[in-house]
């Protein structure tokens, strides 16, 4: 209707994704590294505005791959049970369908690989060239809705409008 994104109208949105494993984040300059192994079953919560982790800085920690998990309840027990340790990953959930920020902390994470040991990141969130960075797996149910997210997280939604291309 307005044409415009929704930060132009100060709108924010509140947490939804959830992140742990391999993987070192620090929120701002200046402050402690914050280690995602750490966490509990509920893992680190991604902040809801992308301005907000496009000024993190994030070190994978051996990581060989993302695993994105659709539901909640399963991202909990890989994290319960420290799958990362077997499989050396970072556990990423939108909690469902993904909203901006937790496709935007995705790619923010293979970038940070990308990167090298620095691991700054910032920028697109265009899975489809994520530049050598980690690969993204996507644990999901092999029905459309799941298929729906995946595909969510490569491309963005038509439902997010202007959103969609960051």
């Not at 402050?31 to 994978?60: F, H, K, Y």
């Not at 994470?109 to 265009?126: D, M």
Request: hydrophobic letters at 50%.
């Amino acid at each position: 209707m307005l044409r415009v994104p929704r930060t132009a109208l100060g709108i924010s949105a509140a947490s939804k994704g959830a992140v742990a494993g391999r993987l070192l984040l620090m929120a701002r300059p200046g402050e402690a590294w914050q280690d995602c192994s750490l966490t509990g079953p509920a893992g680190r919560a991604i902040p809801g505005e992308v301005g907000a982790i496009e000024a993190m800085s994030m070190r994978p920690q051996g990581a060989r791959c993302v695993l994105v998990v659709e539901k909640d309840a399963i991202f909990q027990r890989l994290v319960e049970d420290r799958l990362f340790d077997d499989l050396p990953c970072i556990i990423i959930t939108g909690r469902g369908m993904p909203d901006i920020a937790t496709r935007a902390f995705v790619a923010a994470v293979t970038r940070s690989a990308a990167a090298g040991p620095s691991g700054v990141a910032a920028g697109s969130n265009h899975l489809a060239s994520n530049n050598n960075g980690l690969p993204v797996l996507g644990f999901v149910d092999w029905n459309p809705p799941g298929v729906a997210i995946l595909l969510a997280y490569k491309y963005g939604t038509a439902a997010m409008g202007l959103e969609a291309a960051r």
